[in-house]
């Protein structure tokens, strides 16, 4: 990315206050996630005599079903819950970059074999099919990730794919061509860095969803193998107690949300960072 | 069939060797539509039955409005695509069939330079990187001994070695076009396509820039083919010049005789549209072109210009003119000349 794009982002970031204050909760979960070895509780051990306690300064968020420290178990989750977000975000932005470029850039019985293939690929329901590789996997945070961003990269690829054939053509791609430079080198010397921004729009949007999903498996008891935590995971644990604590779905849930809604902010506002036209509506 | 004899000119005698580089019977149709079963139902032929050589050391400028097909014929000489028919020989050698890899001791001998300064750089490499970047591909230079070679080819072109670490955005339209062609000549090409370069351009800035080229051109001993939409520039610069009106070639002569003489109607209307810098000296409106340019998609009989000439007859309508000899190295596609 050169300058300029860089100078209409830090402009970006000082008019939307909105999207000032995502990344500074995006910043305190990414710090408090990388602290978490500092919590004054460990996240799983058990003390069966203080279960369901509502939160206090001993125990900020409570403690759970088990007694365990539930504001120890949120830091740590969110090591799992974020971690799980960037990678998976990073697996299936370099899968679908490079698909979505070579896509592009070929055209003809390449781009057309390929592109179905998406379209088959998207058709499926891949919430289901997820549920499925996850059955016969060992499960884990490797597996997660792979089986998230497999999964969920045809998006970011057609985006890729649209953005390279309009790149393609522009004059600085000609010269390339003309000068004799490698199929290889024009593709990642030219074309890919000029749709960086893109790319980046596509993929803090690619991590918001990812989250989504790594919750809704470890809600459904198919991520993260207890003891240890993640957001989701501790959501399905909390719906047995919405009754008896319902502060232990509340801490979960907002997490959730919070992220998502962060990175789904950070996204639009990337957007309008790197394309001028759009924020003068 | 082609008649290669057709197109020699004085120019042939001068050098007394083949030419250059020489282009046969060149068409590029480009497929608008296809059927359901991937038959092609429309086609726009955006070069069609093209021929033309060019020297070593001559510029040769291919001229007419947008949309003509000039860009076009030049893009397929360095082959940026695939042609749908024809030759292009360099040094007799034709070069239409060759693969990308066959290609690439040609690449080092035939450069370009584009039209638009803003969209020939990439905005995200800064000069040195850019200038060096063909350099890399053919080797020889070590780090330290392109930065030397990127500074002396700067220099060159009328910059300063200080330039070697700013980004294009930093520089102005004339400025960018001189980077474009430091960076053409890197490689030390024997032919240059030089694309539209002034059409983007202030006209003082043109006038340097075209100096420049000729200057380099002394030096180095290049060979151009210059293309352009109007004729004041290409007149200073070209030895020869082409016509070209919708994907033909109409005319081809030598530059002074083009002036002095056009032949074609299409010339002489091109030739009337020059603006004359006297504001007492009345544009003549009556020569300037009247009518709609016709579809490049249909398939018309006869002369594609009769919808807009003035000297449009019935024979205009049935036959079309091919390219034939009116004096020694002009050459003119209108019945007028029979």
Known sequence: MNRMRWTLLVSQLRTQKSALIALIILGIYVLAALAAPLAPHDPNTIHLDERLLPPSGQHWFGTDDNGRDYFARALYGARVSLSV?????????????????????FGGKLDTFLMRSIDIGMSLPSFFLMLILNAYLKPGVVTIVLIIGLLSWMSISRIVRAETISVKEREYVLYARVSGQSTFRIIFRHIIPSIVPTIVVAATLNIAGVIMME??????????????????????????????????????????????????????????????????? | MSDNSLLEGRGQARTGKTPLLEVRRLAKHFTIEKSLFGRTTKVLKAVDDVSFHIHRGETFGLVGESGCGKSTTGRSVIRLFDITSGEICYEGIDLAGMNERQLKPYRQKMQAIFQDPYSS?????????????PLEIYGGYSRSNRRDRVIELLERVGLKREHADRYPHEFSGGQRQRISIARSIASGPEFVLCDEPISALDVSVQAQVVNM????????????????HDLSMVRHISNRIGVMYMGKLVEVSFSEELYTHPAHPYTEALLAAIPIPDPKVLMPTDRLLQGELPSPIDAAIGCKFRSRCPYASRRCGEEEPVLKRIAPGHYAACHLHE
Not at chain 1, 87 to 105: D, E, F, K, N, P
Not at chain 1, 246 to 260: D, E, K, M, Q, Y
Not at chain 2, 213 to 228: N, R, S, V
């Open chain 1, 85 to 105: 977000g960037i990678l998976a975000m990073l697996v299936s932005v370099t899968i679908g970059t490079i698909i979505g470029a070579i896509s592009g850039y």
């Open chain 1, 215 to 281: 919750s809704s498996l470890s809600f459904l008891g198919l991520g993260i193998s207890p003891p240890d935590a993640s957001w989701g995971s501790m959501l399905n644990n909390a719906k047995g107690y919405i009754g008896e604590n319902p502060t232990l779905a509340l801490f979960p849930g907002l997490l959730i949300l919070t992220t998502v809604l962060a990175f789904n902010y950070l996204g639009d506002v990337f957007r309008a960072a790197f394309e001028p036209k759009v924020n003068r509506r």
């Open chain 2, 121 to 133: 750089l990439n905005p995200g490499m800064n000069v040195m990187e850019l200038i060096s970047e």
């Open chain 2, 213 to 228: 080229l000729e200057d380099l051109q002394q030096e180095l001993g290049l060979t151009y083919l210059f293309i352009a």
